[in-house]
């Protein structure tokens, strides 16, 4: 950082120095944080920072996010003297395998992640891909700190996973002992096959030995894979799904989403979009900021099942379902001033249990290139069993209740006319991971609300089907008593999603002094920025 020092006097205004430049990272898992704004600093783009924090995450958060797995990004490069704008969906979802049977075993998923860094890196990066790789492979081999994160995740199925003899060489001491926070854990396996990925690429980890390997070990776990899966895989470049929002008077600002079968984000936009029609969360009374928000969400997840097929696609048209008109039908179904049963508005809404297994981060350059990624195992730890010789936590089949890309869906928002990214964010949390991020962003863009405030506001959660509002314990008796009043059915839980995000209320790269960067409390994750002074 460059920073200006500035004499004044008792009878002076201090004169600030001018910020110059503004990048930043945001994520639930520290060490992968730190080594993102490491990239950062020595002048790597935000798909440069992303690579190098993915492969940390693989070694330090394999229960979310390990070779095995699949994700979501958003990728935003502005305009520039040598560079059109592109905002663009990287999809590299796990699917199932071609022999994959719900009755084997432990039917796993074909990986994603390494074909889908492998894509974001080759087009938007500007380091070398060996140097990006090598920080992940260092701390596999010579070991990374347990981190309170995940052995949050490590204790939900600490049980199953230690049946794994290849989990337990990863996890347990010499004499067996449990992890603690602290503990140094040494995954050379995994550092061998991100060796490979280093030098050779990731083409090696699709085709040739080390997959016939891969295919081999997984199937001696009970897993499902073949040469034909990973041979056949390949990552998706979509176009984003996007609506005006915030009520610009020139329309300028376009929210943009991942589209199905990232189905989070019609949900998330729905949610958006309903929020920002109701005019609440300007509205002096809290309660029914609380309370629009509870409707909106029941809404957006109801209406979910309408246009949602069994493969996470749509009936309709993208360009539809984030029209202004569906919105306004979204917005008048039944009455704004009470809550309506679920049963009444949507009869034949299902139960659908979303798994909250995931991990996700945002980043921005100093240019002003952003990347906003969220990762999944289909489950906690995937099938819970490490293939043999490789270190990779294989994930689980995306076949099955509430597994896949149904809770992803990552977004940003950008001036369109001046090509200026405005916010990008990320969340998990299952099922609340709509709700969360539509909240504190729409607290955040809609009202201008502080970052910081609109992270830490206590949340609400309805999800249509079980008919119950959700909330957290910063939610006052006042606005408990409201909303019981309104004919929400209450229940207390500890915490509603998790979020990342970054925001600049009057755009980057043009105004790096208006941007934030912030993770969630509710997590153990960290936010890290570069600010650049003259």
């Given at each position: 950082?460059?920073?200006?020092?500035?004499?004044?006097?008792?009878?002076?205004?201090?004169?600030?120095?001018?910020?110059?430049?503004?990048?930043?990272?945001?994520?639930?898992?520290?060490?992968s944080?730190i080594?993102?704004?490491?990239?950062?600093?020595?002048?790597?783009?935000?798909?440069?920072?992303?690579?190098?924090?993915?492969?940390?995450?693989?070694?330090?958060?394999?229960?979310?996010?390990?070779?095995?797995?699949?994700?979501?990004?958003?990728?935003?490069?502005?305009?520039?003297?040598?560079?059109?704008?592109?905002?663009?969906?990287?999809?590299?979802?796990?699917?199932?395998?071609?022999?994959?049977?719900?009755?084997?075993?432990?039917?796993?998923?074909?990986?994603?992640?390494p074909?889908g860094?492998?894509a974001?890196?080759?087009?938007?990066?500007?380091?070398?891909?060996?140097?990006?790789?090598?920080?992940?492979?260092?701390?596999?081999?010579?070991?990374?700190?347990?981190?309170?994160?995940?052995?949050?995740?490590?204790?939900?199925?600490?049980?199953a996973?230690?049946e794994?003899?290849?989990s337990?060489?990863?996890?347990?001491?010499?004499?067996?002992?449990?992890?603690?926070?602290?503990?140094?854990l040494?995954?050379?396996?995994?550092?061998?096959?991100?060796?490979?990925?280093?030098?050779?690429?990731?083409?090696?980890?699709?085709?040739?030995?080390?997959?016939e390997r891969?295919?081999?070990?997984?199937?001696?776990?009970?897993?499902?894979?073949?040469?034909?899966?990973?041979?056949?895989?390949?990552?998706?470049?979509?176009?984003?799904?996007?609506?005006?929002?915030?009520?610009?008077?020139?329309?300028?600002?376009?929210a943009?989403?991942?589209p199905?079968?990232?189905?989070?984000?019609?949900?998330?936009?729905?949610?958006l979009?309903?929020?920002?029609r109701?005019?609440?969360?300007?509205?002096?009374?809290?309660?029914?900021?609380y309370?629009?928000m509870?409707?909106?969400?029941?809404?957006?997840?109801?209406?979910?099942?309408?246009?949602?097929?069994?493969?996470?696609?749509?009936?309709?048209?993208?360009?539809?379902?984030?029209?202004?008109?569906?919105?306004?039908?979204?917005?008048?179904?039944g009455?704004?001033?009470?809550?309506?049963?679920?049963?009444?508005?949507?009869?034949?809404?299902?139960?659908?249990?979303?798994?909250?297994s995931?991990?996700?981060?945002?980043?921005?350059?100093?240019?002003g290139?952003?990347?906003?990624?969220?990762?999944?195992?289909?489950?906690?730890?995937?099938?819970?069993?490490?293939?043999?010789?490789?270190?990779?936590?294989?994930?689980?089949?995306?076949?099955?209740?509430g597994?896949?890309?149904?809770?992803?869906?990552?977004?940003m928002?950008?001036?369109?006319?001046?090509?200026?990214?405005?916010?990008?964010?990320?969340?998990?949390?299952?099922?609340?991971?709509?709700?969360?991020?539509?909240?504190?962003?729409?607290?955040?863009?809609l009202?201008?609300?502080?970052?910081?405030?609109?992270?830490?506001?206590?949340?609400?959660?309805?999800?249509?089907?079980?008919?119950?509002?959700?909330?957290?314990?910063?939610?006052?008796?006042?606005?408990?008593?409201?909303?019981q009043?309104?004919?929400?059915?209450?229940a207390?839980t500890?915490?509603?999603?998790?979020?990342?995000?970054?925001?600049?209320?009057d755009?980057?790269?043009?105004?790096?002094?208006?941007?934030?960067?912030q993770?969630?409390?509710?997590?153990?994750?960290?936010?890290?920025?570069?600010?650049?002074?003259?």
């Open positions: 950082m460059v920073f200006a020092v500035v004499g004044c006097s008792a009878y002076d205004d201090p004169v600030l120095p001018e910020v110059k430049s503004f990048s930043g990272v945001s994520g639930d898992e520290p060490r944080v080594e993102a704004r490491r990239v950062l600093k020595r002048g790597g783009t935000a798909a440069d920072a992303a690579t190098a924090m993915y492969f940390v995450l693989s070694v330090n958060l394999p229960s979310a996010a390990s070779l095995g797995g699949g994700g979501v990004c958003l990728v935003f490069r502005p305009k520039s003297k040598k560079e059109a704008e592109s905002i663009e969906v990287l999809e590299f979802f796990t699917k199932a395998s071609i022999d994959n049977s719900l009755n084997s075993v432990r039917p796993s998923a074909v990986p994603g992640n074909m860094i492998y974001l890196h080759s087009r938007y990066g500007r380091l070398q891909w060996g140097e990006l790789v090598i920080a992940g492979e260092r701390l596999a081999r010579f070991g990374s700190e347990m981190s309170s994160v995940l052995l949050r995740d490590y204790k939900v199925v600490e049980n996973l230690l794994d003899k290849e337990q060489k990863i996890f347990l001491g010499k004499n067996m002992e449990k992890p603690r926070v602290g503990d140094v040494v995954q050379t396996d995994l550092a061998n096959s991100l060796s490979l990925i280093r030098s050779k690429g990731v083409k090696y980890f699709y085709g040739g030995e080390f997959a891969l295919v081999r070990q997984v199937r001696k776990i009970g897993g499902t894979l073949s040469l034909e899966d990973l041979s056949s895989y390949k990552p998706r470049w979509v176009n984003t799904v996007s609506m005006y929002f915030g009520g610009d008077f020139f329309r300028k600002h376009r943009h989403f991942a199905p079968p990232a189905t989070s984000g019609i949900v998330r936009a729905h949610i979009g309903m929020l920002e109701s005019g609440s969360l300007t509205d002096s009374q809290k309660e029914n900021a309370h629009q509870l409707r909106s969400s029941q809404i957006a997840f109801g209406n979910r099942n309408k246009w949602m097929k069994p493969d996470f696609t749509s009936n309709f048209s993208e360009k539809i379902l984030l029209s202004e008109n569906y919105i306004d039908e979204l917005w008048n179904i009455n704004g001033l009470k809550h309506i049963p679920t049963k009444t508005l949507f009869p034949s809404s299902p139960a659908r249990p979303e798994n909250p995931a991990t996700s981060f945002v980043i921005v350059d100093k240019w290139m952003s990347v906003s990624c969220e990762f999944t195992m289909n489950n906690n730890f995937g099938i819970g069993r490490v293939a043999p010789g490789t270190g990779i936590m294989m994930a689980a089949t995306p076949l099955g209740v597994r896949g890309s149904l809770s992803l869906g990552p977004m928002i950008i001036n369109q006319h001046s090509s200026q990214l405005l916010l990008a964010a990320s969340s998990s949390g299952g099922v609340a991971s709509a709700t969360s991020l539509a909240w504190v962003v729409a607290n955040t863009y009202t201008k609300e502080e970052l910081r405030k609109s992270m830490n506001k206590a949340r609400v959660h309805h999800s249509a089907v079980p008919d119950k509002a959700y909330f957290e314990s910063g939610v006052g008796k006042n606005i408990k008593s409201s909303l009043q309104k004919g929400h059915y209450l207390s500890n915490s509603i999603g998790k979020v990342n995000i970054i925001y600049c209320s755009g980057l790269p043009r105004a790096p002094e208006t941007c934030d960067v993770t969630d409390s509710r997590g153990d994750g960290m936010s890290l920025s570069i600010i650049e002074q003259d």
